[in-house]
């Protein structure tokens, strides 16, 4: 296949995630759901299918009569989505406790789709020292004994040190598609987002397969006319009329620092005695992250670092509405990048954005920023 | 050579003819922006004014909210580009420039050679911006344009503790019910609005010269009020509200 009939097809994966749900069911595999660094490994080593379930750009109506008004808006919409039956057939859905948002969500969905089980996966607040990794351990094997208490063939811990495999080669080339994509202006920014997006809706060997196809075929291409470099950062950056905006103003996402896109390939799985404290490990070594406890920010120099590698010449904060956690790092990120000499751009967003003229105002005058 | 400007906002639309790049030969502002007459009468008055006909134009360019709904423009420039260019072209001194339009509020930082350095706009929120200004004008049944003269004989500026206008409103009328004085009302809505964009502006680092753009610049009450909170005098121009379309018609000249 061609780049464009390649990047044609994660279009449609990630533009049509029921209908691979559909699929995987027609085909007689189990669905559960997962967002936030839910531990998908073990899901995927007792043979299910782990789905992504980060909500959707739609007018929320039902699920707000279980959520406060000013509540962010991917867990309000990924709410609605079950309510309306979008995720029908999955078996259940893991809601990790890593903001306040999603704690409230778990306990919602559970009366708000009780069709769909929902499992907690309780994360540390301090997940470095060994106490950490041994409550993270716990949640795991809490997990592990809810999947099997749902039917799903017992845990072992041999299948699951072949699922990190599967997951480690998967993180190997979202990196190098990554990098590579960076040298490729010609690339939209709604197909680089189809490429990260779609790994939420397909078996992790199924969509590594289509990425080597598109590293192998982009390797043959002559990269485009360069673009204005930026880097984007926030929980996520999937809007196509935001990613619409800025390939009309000839802006080139050349790296990230999105939630959705490449901090799910930061951090590899540390060598352990068993393939469950290997999987620890990893969530144990992630950092740079909103929702993970920093004390020293370290997220707000690895933007500043990330970008200038990149050549990035500025940066776009994409602020979801009403996260209190990131609005918290906006006003460093901002500071660093200043002192950096990377000009940075603020863009509320939210799942249920009707109107995109602010958003292109700001975008525009970004651009005439960075042209000088 | 004639450049042109236009500037369709969401309450108004701004023309400015521009010679050569220094001269402004005629401006034009009528109520009513997207979606009315407004842009074509401004349009028609600012030629007219300035004695000349479309072919004498040599290129025009467009800013503000209807800016890509001008079919007679060659360019669609940003209203923070262009209020930035316009507000330099008036005070060449001007570093922080606040921008408080009918729909929204910008802060624009530049540097000592006129460049645009930082920018920030304001929620997707009414507080803080002209039409905070009209839903009160409304509510007190006072025209907009003479609650200046009111603020200024206020004797205790009132609380108008809400940053919501929906609130807000509420509140206006609890205050009017407890028998609160006019002028002292409508003081505290100016010096609401001004607290508002004056937490927005302090995130970037105020510069002097600070110069007002905008309908809202025309009110006395809101740029007193805004010195108080940033602690600096705001540059005014009678031409405050001409800033977009100056800085359009002059980026029309620069590409021309």
Not at chain 2, 31 to 46: C, D, N, Q
Request: proline share 3%; net charge negative.
């Amino acid at each position: 296949m061609s780049v464009k009939e390649i990047l044609g097809r994660f279009h449609e994966i990630a533009a049509d995630p029921k209908a691979m749900k559909d699929k995987y069911l027609s085909e007689g595999r189990e669905i559960v759901l997962v967002n936030y660094y839910t531990p998908e490994e073990i899901v995927h080593s007792m043979g299910a299918v782990p789905m992504g379930a980060w909500g959707a750009d739609v007018k929320i109506n039902e699920a707000k009569k279980y959520f406060p008004t000013f509540i962010c808006s991917i867990v309000q919409s990924a709410v609605e989505l079950g309510m309306k039956g979008e995720y029908a057939g999955a078996k259940a859905f893991i809601i990790p406790s890593l903001c306040d948002s999603l704690k409230v969500m778990g306990q919602n969905w559970k009366v708000a789709v009780p069709s769909i089980k929902f499992i907690p996966m309780t994360y540390p607040q301090n997940r470095k020292p060994e106490y950490g990794a041994q409550f993270t351990k716990a949640g795991y094997e809490r997990v592990i004994s809810e999947l099997e208490e749902l039917g799903l063939p017992r845990f072992s811990d041999e299948k699951l040190k072949a699922s990190l495999s599967v997951y480690e080669e998967h993180n190997r080339v979202m990196n190098e598609v990554s990098e590579l994509m960076a040298s490729h202006p010609e690339i939209s920014n709604q197909e680089r987002s189809d490429v990260f997006k779609s790994a939420f809706f397909m078996l992790k060997e199924e969509h590594t397969a289509l990425v080597k196809e598109l590293i192998n075929a982009l390797k043959e291409q002559k990269p485009g006319t360069d673009k204005l470099k930026i880097m984007t950062s926030g929980i996520i950056c999937d809007a196509p009329d935001i990613l619409k905006i800025l390939d009309e103003n000839g802006l080139q996402i050349v790296c990230d620092d999105v939630c959705t896109e490449t901090r799910q390939y930061r951090a590899s799985y540390k060598e352990k005695a068993t393939a469950l404290d290997s999987l620890v490990s990893k969530f144990c070594d992630m950092d740079q992250d909103t929702l993970l406890y920093d004390a020293d920010k370290t997220r707000i120099d690895y933007i500043v670092e990330k970008a200038k590698k990149t050549g990035a010449k500025g940066v776009l904060l994409l602020l979801t509405k009403f996260c209190d956690p990131e609005e918290f790092d906006a006003p460093m990120i901002r500071k660093a990048c200043e002192k950096a000499g990377l000009s940075v751009n603020i863009i509320e967003i939210d799942r249920q954005m009707v109107n995109y003229e602010q958003a292109r105002t700001s975008i525009e005058t970004f651009r005439d920023l960075l042209n000088g | 050579m004639y450049t042109f400007g236009i500037d369709i906002g969401s309450t108004t639309s701004k023309c400015v003819v521009l010679k050569d790049g220094t001269e402004i030969v005629s401006s034009s502002l009528f109520v009513g922006g997207i979606g009315t007459k407004s842009p074509f009468l401004a349009r028609e008055e600012a030629l007219k004014k300035a004695g000349i006909t479309d072919k004498d134009i040599s290129g025009t360019a467009a800013t503000g909210y209807g800016r890509n709904r001008t079919e007679d423009a060659d360019f669609n420039v940003s209203e923070l580009s262009c209020h930035a260019l316009g507000a330099h072209f008036i005070f060449p001194r001007v570093r922080t420039i606040i921008d408080i339009g009918g729909q929204d509020a910008k802060v624009i930082s530049l540097s000592g050679d006129g460049k645009m350095r930082d920018f920030l706009m304001n929620d997707k929120c009414a507080a803080g911006t002209g039409r905070f200004l009209d839903v009160m004008a409304a509510i007190l049944q006072v025209p907009v344009n003479e609650m200046e003269g009111m603020a200024q004989k206020a004797q205790k500026i009132s609380q108008i503790s809400s940053t919501c206008t929906v609130f807000a409103e509420s509140e206006v009328i609890s205050q009017l019910a407890n028998g609160v004085e006019m002028p002292d009302l409508i003081a505290g809505i100016c010096d609401s609005v001004a607290g508002r964009v004056a937490s927005l502006a302090k995130r970037i680092t105020i510069v002097p010269e600070v110069c007002m753009s905008g309908g809202v610049a025309r009110n006395g009450g809101v740029r007193l009020a805004m010195e108080r909170y940033l602690g600096t005098e705001i540059r005014f121009s009678e031409q405050a509200q001409l800033f977009g379309a100056i800085g359009a018609a002059l980026y029309a000249f620069q590409k021309s």
